[in-house]
């Protein structure tokens, strides 16, 4: 492992320890955990978590795609963060996937279709309603996101990869938080992320890599409605209005916001904070936006 995927664990733990400490498991939550999605029982598991109220019920779905630099993350960190999502009327599914330097791309898509495939296996067993499955994801769980419904809905793009999706399946609406969608390795400022790289990708990164990663280059007209969120304190800022901007260009529906202001700069992925009230306010306006589309 480099020095640099070593420092980001240990850095991002220590912030997500700080942020939730003290947290539980809501009263009202229901919640199914350790479940084994695939052939790797470290690292391909899931939980599931529903509100107690509803029980017996289908419920529409969230699956969530966990953020941190493709090479940190897990459910356990966004359990607290899934959990309130389904306080909102959800079956929310939140998955650990395979990360670098582990395991290299593209791991993380074929990990992501898995789940989507066993939300469909068992939408009996968890009252899933499939036909209204939505993602979300935040920093690189956007990124992931955003590929795979690329994946879903471009079949040229499509053809890339070895894995299929269920068939005919394209998400019913995404939500992309604080999310990248444009790879440009070679720009000064992308130090960080070049390393990285160069541990998630078995070309290091080459320009092939970064037009194959790159969001922005395969979406059409075929993908869903999206949720799109950036923060005034967020270090990806810049890359929202770019995605805004292809969506306009591809007509995909989508609803666009940037969360704080001057004296209120909130931070990349706020939202995941389940003691602010500015992450309540995000996230209420995302459930909404898919309880739209299961009337």
Same mark, same amino acid.
């Given at each position: 492992?480099?020095?640099?995927?070593?420092?980001?664990?240990?850095?991002?733990?220590?912030?997500?320890?700080?942020?939730?400490?003290?947290?539980?498991?809501?009263?009202?939550?229901?919640?199914?955990?350790?479940?084994?999605?695939?052939?790797?029982?470290?690292?391909?598991?899931?939980?599931?978590?529903?509100?107690k109220?509803?029980?017996?019920?289908?419920?529409? #779905?969230?699956?969530? !795609?966990?953020?941190?630099a493709?090479? =940190? *993350?897990?459910?356990?960190?966004?359990? +607290?963060?899934?959990? %309130?999502?389904?306080?909102r009327?959800?079956?929310?599914?939140?998955?650990?996937?395979?990360?670098?330097?582990?395991?290299q791309?593209?791991?993380?898509?074929?990990?992501?279709?898995? #789940?989507?495939?066993w !939300?469909?296996?068992?939408?009996?067993? =968890? *009252?899933?309603?499939?036909?209204?499955? +939505?993602?979300?994801? %935040?920093s690189?769980?956007?990124?992931?996101?955003?590929?795979?419904?690329?994946i879903?809905?471009n079949?040229e793009?499509?053809?890339?990869?070895?894995?299929?999706?269920?068939?005919?399946?394209?998400p019913?609406?995404?939500?992309?938080?604080?999310?990248?969608?444009?790879?440009?390795?070679?720009?000064?400022?992308?130090?960080?992320?070049?390393?990285?790289?160069?541990?998630?990708?078995?070309?290091?990164?080459?320009?092939?890599?970064?037009?194959?990663?790159?969001?922005?280059?395969?979406?059409?007209?075929?993908?869903?409605?999206?949720?799109?969120?950036?923060?005034?304190?967020?270090?990806?800022?810049?890359?929202?209005?770019?995605?805004?901007?292809?969506?306009?260009?591809?007509?995909?529906?989508?609803?666009?916001?940037?969360?704080?202001?001057?004296?209120?700069?909130?931070?990349?992925?706020?939202?995941?904070?389940?003691?602010?009230?500015?992450?309540?306010?995000?996230?209420?306006?995302?459930?909404?936006?898919?309880?739209?589309?299961?009337?």
């Amino acid at each position: 492992m480099s020095e640099t995927s070593d420092m980001i664990r240990r850095n991002f733990k220590a912030g997500d320890d700080v942020r939730d400490a003290g947290l539980t498991t809501p009263e009202e939550i229901q919640r199914f955990d350790d479940i084994v999605y695939g052939s790797d029982q470290d690292w391909q598991v899931l939980d599931v978590y529903r509100p107690k109220a509803a029980q017996g019920k289908k419920l529409p #779905v969230i699956v969530s !795609v966990h953020g941190g630099a493709w090479v =940190y *993350g897990d459910k356990e960190r966004y359990q +607290f963060y899934c959990m %309130d999502l389904a306080k909102r009327g959800f079956a929310v599914v939140n998955f650990t996937y395979r990360l670098a330097p582990e395991f290299q791309f593209p791991a993380p898509l074929e990990d992501t279709n898995l #789940v989507f495939s066993w !939300v469909f296996a068992h939408e009996e067993e =968890y *009252g899933f309603d499939t036909e209204h499955v +939505f993602g979300v994801g %935040d920093s690189a769980g956007a990124h992931l996101l955003g590929l795979y419904t690329c994946i879903c809905t471009n079949a040229e793009y499509a053809k890339e990869y070895a894995f299929q999706v269920p068939e005919g399946f394209v998400p019913t609406a995404v939500a992309l938080n604080c999310g990248k969608y444009r790879m440009a390795l070679q720009e000064a400022s992308e130090e960080q992320t070049r390393k990285v790289m160069e541990e998630f990708l078995p070309e290091r990164g080459s320009a092939r890599e970064q037009e194959l990663i790159t969001v922005l280059n395969h979406v059409t007209e075929h993908f869903p409605p999206v949720f799109l969120m950036t923060a005034t304190g967020d270090f990806l800022k810049e890359q929202a209005p770019r995605m805004a901007k292809k969506l306009a260009d591809c007509d995909v529906p989508f609803i666009y916001r940037l969360y704080g202001d001057k004296k209120n700069r909130l931070p990349h992925v706020f939202h995941c904070d389940m003691r602010s009230e500015d992450a309540r306010y995000c996230n209420d306006e995302e459930c909404s936006f898919f309880k739209g589309f299961c009337r």
